[in-house]
């Protein structure tokens, strides 16, 4: 059995096809530009994504034989804004998580009391990277005149099959979606004040729908009538895989950000302003932490001082000050936080510079700053559900020096996945269970799967979690007041 999976990433395309037994016969990837030429601004091209998707499905479908395909599945990205028109044309670019301009919209929009049932009911403590403020704020565009709300997966699903639907992972990027009841929020929507005419239907991940002649000739080679399955957002696809595999685990998934996410009995369960988001499994929920820019303040960073990530990673890794170094860096490059702070208005910062910090300092403590962040996430997971163990998902040529450094800081066992696409085999999990054949997965041995994960020693140790205290002290909290944005920010 073939299963052909596309992960529609922030900076990538990810496709892959992948076989009965979630081994992958063959991968390609396409790269597109986030536009970012106003403050706040993070958008992306529609027509980037498909051409993206048709040369890596191209490059996949030289050695693998493309009817010998027997679903197509998919991941995103999420929340991502796709507008339609009547015609269901996309309505200019599309708006990414990345983009901070509807922030103020939310503080001025609703006021504590919604926010607040927001919070309960969908399940988010919310501010403006969800689809609906980002639509909202599009309001004022002269053409802005949609008939469909998407996010990037369903738009994709859409151009496949021509069905406008979502699934209930992709549904609780909206702001309306009612995580109890699995269904949008009469209540919400109203507050939002739009219509529901706007929004896609929501059905399971494992929805199939046969693909159009329009979804073939972009999928070049593979048969029109395929299975095309739903799949959910990419960090429950990622998700869904490792906990196949490792049960009771918390997901540390590093991207351009980074998903903290653990499974929950359900959303009543969860302590304290986590993001709650359906999973794969309708029974049960996950309890997530994200932290906004860290593969990406890793990029700034390498870009920066003229060197790669794994340059830096190298350099942070080699440093033969980590016991001394002082530097600080709390990795807030988003403008914003949504880990254990979920604050809109914070900026990172460097502290405790001085003449003698060398490159090398301020890549460890970059590194640093983002393990500590992450710990502070798992700790309050940890409130939650008891966790058994982390399991760490870095870049494909990481040495794994975050899983290194939270397994310094933490009391539970840390691991680090050697297969580098969680996101694309639980995607290809849920096309698998989709027609019937799910169940091979029991066959794998799950630490043939895991990479080795270098252990410090006990002098640099010990450094570590006293710096993780000097750290906590200037580091922001929920608690701590936050400005008031203007309507006109």
């Not at 399940?123 to 909202?136: A, E, V």
């Not at 499994?281 to 932290?291: H, N, Q, R, Y």
């Not at 066959?443 to 450094?463: C, G, K, M």
Request: net charge negative.
């Amino acid at each position: 059995m073939r299963i052909l999976a596309i992960d529609l990433g922030t900076s990538r395309v990810k496709v892959g096809v992948v076989d009965e037994n979630l081994v992958t016969r063959a991968s390609s990837s396409r790269q597109y530009p986030t536009l970012t030429s106003d403050p706040g601004m993070a958008e992306q091209r529609s027509q980037d994504w498909l051409g993206a998707i048709s040369a890596a499905t191209k490059s996949v479908l030289e050695t693998v034989d493309p009817l010998r395909i027997d679903a197509v599945v998919m991941t995103a990205q999420m929340p991502t804004l796709v507008a339609l028109d009547e015609a269901g044309k996309v309505i200019g670019n599309a708006v990414t998580w990345q983009d901070s301009r509807a922030d103020s919209l939310v503080l001025s929009h609703l006021d504590h009391h919604a926010r607040e049932r927001v919070r309960v009911l969908a399940g988010t403590p919310i501010d403006g990277r969800y689809i609906i403020p980002m639509h909202l704020r599009r309001g004022a565009e002269r053409t802005y005149r949609p008939a469909t709300l998407l996010s990037a997966k369903d738009y994709l699903y859409y151009v496949l099959t021509s069905h406008l639907v979502t699934d209930p992972s992709t549904a609780s990027g909206f702001g309306n979606f009612d995580i109890t009841a699995t269904s949008w929020s009469d209540e919400l929507t109203g507050h939002w004040g739009i219509e529901t005419d706007l929004l896609p239907r929501i059905v399971d991940p494992h929805h199939a729908a046969p693909l159009s002649q329009t979804g073939a000739a972009l999928l070049e080679g593979v048969a029109p009538g395929t299975p095309v399955v739903l799949g959910a957002a990419d960090s429950v696809c990622a998700h869904h895989f490792i906990t196949t595999l490792f049960n009771d685990s918390a997901s540390v998934i590093d991207g351009s950000s980074t998903v903290i996410m653990a499974t929950v009995p359900s959303a009543t369960s969860v302590i304290g302003e986590l993001l709650v988001t359906p999973l794969v499994d309708p029974s049960t929920c996950g309890a997530e932490m994200d932290l906004l820019s860290t593969g990406s303040s890793i990029g700034w960073l390498a870009r920066l001082l003229a060197v790669s990530p794994e340059d830096l990673e190298e350099l942070a890794i080699t440093n033969p000050r980590r016991v001394e170094n002082e530097v600080l860096f709390l990795p807030y490059l988003a403008r914003g936080e949504q880990g254990v702070i979920w604050r809109s208005d914070l900026a990172g910062s460097i502290d405790r510079l001085s003449l003698d910090a060398s490159r090398a300092d301020i890549s460890l403590a970059l590194f640093e700053g983002i393990a500590i962040e992450t710990m502070r996430c798992i700790e309050v997971l940890q409130h939650s559900q008891p966790l058994k163990r982390v399991v760490c998902v870095s870049s494909p040529r990481s040495r794994h020096l975050g899983a290194s450094l939270l397994d310094a800081l933490l009391d539970i066992p840390v691991l680090a996945l050697a297969q580098q696409s969680p996101s694309l085999l639980g995607a290809a999990l849920i096309g698998l269970e989709s027609l019937g054949d799910g169940s091979t997965i029991r066959n794998l041995e799950p630490q043939s799967l895991l990479a080795e994960v270098p252990r410090f020693e006990t002098t640099y140790r010990d450094a570590l979690v006293r710096k993780a205290h000097e750290y906590l002290k200037i580091a922001a909290h929920a608690s701590d007041p936050q400005p008031t944005r203007s309507t006109h920010e």
